[in-house]
C-alpha cells in the first residue's frame, strides 16, 4: 500500500508498506497519467503529447486514496485529479535490477529429468505454464511422445506465437542433404553454435522434432552459453570484455542471398547483464581488428568453443522419433554428434519477442 507521500521540487517521494520508498519525477508522473485524456484504454497507448508537457509543472494537489490502493494528482496543467494504483507505482519504482538474475543457469550435472515433458501434458491448458517454465528456466526442454508429423511442430509453435519465415521457409523437414549450402543438413558432427549470426534478429526459439530415426550416434548437445559467460566472467575478465565488445559479423552466403549482421558474441544491456548468446564458427565472416585486439580475440573464442565442447557443459541426449526437442537460441548453444544411418527431422523458428510475449501473458517472466 502506499503510506506516505511528500512533494518535492521536481519530484514526488512515495512510501510504500513495504519499506520501498521511491522519488517519483514528476514529468514521469504526468506521462503516465491515465485519464480519459491522456489514455486510450482499448489499445493500452499514450494520447499524451509528451513534449508539449510544461517543464516547470507542478503538482496542486496530491490525497492518498482507498487506505492507500492509490493516489490522487491533480496537475497544474489539467482541470481533473488524475489516479494512479498502488500497484502501477510500485511496479515501477527505480531498480536495476532485471530478469536476467531468475533463470536457473546450468552445467551438465544440473539437468536431468527436469527438462522433460509430455505432449499430452506441454499442451494442455494447465500443463502449458509448466512447460513454459522449464523452458524459461533452463532455456530448452524435450516434449515427449509427440505425432511424427510436421504438423506437431506447428501446433506447439502456435501455441507459443507463430512459425517465423526465414531462408529455410516457415516450417521444414530434412534429412541429410548434401544439396544446401548451410552446415546443418550433414551428417557429420555440428559443433555448439547458436543459429542465424547473420540474421539482425536471430531466431528466439527454435523447435526440432524427430520423426526417424534408424541410425547410430547423433546426440543433440545443449550448451547454457549464459553459464559459459559467467564462468569466463569470473575468471577470465580480460577475455569477457572482449567476447562483450568485438562485434563479430556472421554470414549466410548462397540459395541467391546474402545476409549479414554482426554483435558481440556476448551481448549486454545497459545494466551489463547478459541478453544474448551468439556463436557460429561456421558462420562467421571474415573481419580486422588492430592486430593485438585481434590476437587476443583469437584466444578469447578458444576459450569460448573449448568450454562448449566440454562435457561438463553439454547436455547430450539421442532424440528418439516423436521426441521435440525446443530450445531457446539467445542463450543456447545446439549441436549433434556426427551419426550413420538415417535421420528425418522437422522443425520451425520462432521469434524472441513472441516467446518472451507468451512468457509474461503466464506470469513467467
Ligand atoms: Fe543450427
Known sequence: MIENIKILQKELNIQFSDKVEDNFPLIWLR?????????????????TFTARIDSNLRIKE???????KSLSILWSDLNSAIKYSHDFLRENIFSQKTNASNLKLWKSDDINVK???????????????IFLKKLYDYGFCVIKDCKKELNTVEKIAKKIGYVRQSIFGGLWSFESNENMADSAYTSEELRPHTDATYSNDAPGLQLLLCCHYNAQGGESIMVDGFKIADVIKKEH????????TVEVPGNYVGDGVFLESKRPIFKLNSNKEIVQVSFNNYDRAAFRLENDLMIKFYEAIKKFDLMANHHDFQWKYVLKPGELLIFNN????HGRKAFKGSRKMSGC????????????INNII
Not at 237 to 244: A, N, R, T
Not at 349 to 360: G, L, T
Open 31 to 47: 506521462d503516465h497519467a491515465k485519464d480519459e485524456l491522456n489514455w486510450d484504454e482499448r489499445s493500452n497507448q499514450r494520447k
Open 237 to 244: 575478465k580480460d577475455l569477457f570484455d572482449i567476447l562483450s
Open 349 to 360: 523458428y520462432i521469434n524472441k519477442e513472441d516467446f518472451d510475449s507468451v512468457c509474461k
Open 62 to 68: 496530491a490525497i492518498i486514496l482507498e487506505n492507500g
Open 330 to 333: 539467445w542463450r543456447i548453444l
Open 115 to 129: 527438462t522433460f515433458i509430455d505432449y499430452e501434458l506441454a499442451t494442455s491448458k494447465k500443463g502449458f505454464k
